[in-house]
């Protein structure tokens, strides 16, 4: 590579490289006060009653899937 190259390739990735860490500090300051709080404060605990599992649980959503295949209402 030439001389010139070199410095826009090296320019491209200083910008590439600043532009990462402000998506990563964004990103952290828009989700620190959702995602993160509601998982700390327990919320996917399991201490709802369902066990962890919200709904009607697994089983049940199989036999509403199996249910609606066939033509049946729910």
């Known amino acids: ?3 010139a190259a070199k410095k826009v390739a090296e320019q491209a990735e200083h910008r590439l490289d600043n532009l990462a860490e ?8 828009i989700t620190k006060g959702r995602f993160a709080d509601q998982v700390k404060s327990g919320r996917f605990s399991g201490q ?15 036999t509403d899937q199996h249910r609606r295949e066939r033509g049946g209402s729910r």
């Open 48 to 62: 709802d009653g369902q066990g962890g599992r919200g709904g009607h649980g697994a089983g049940q959503a199989r």
């Open 1 to 3: 590579m030439t001389e």
């Open 22 to 29: 402000d998506v990563r500090q964004r990103f952290d300051r």
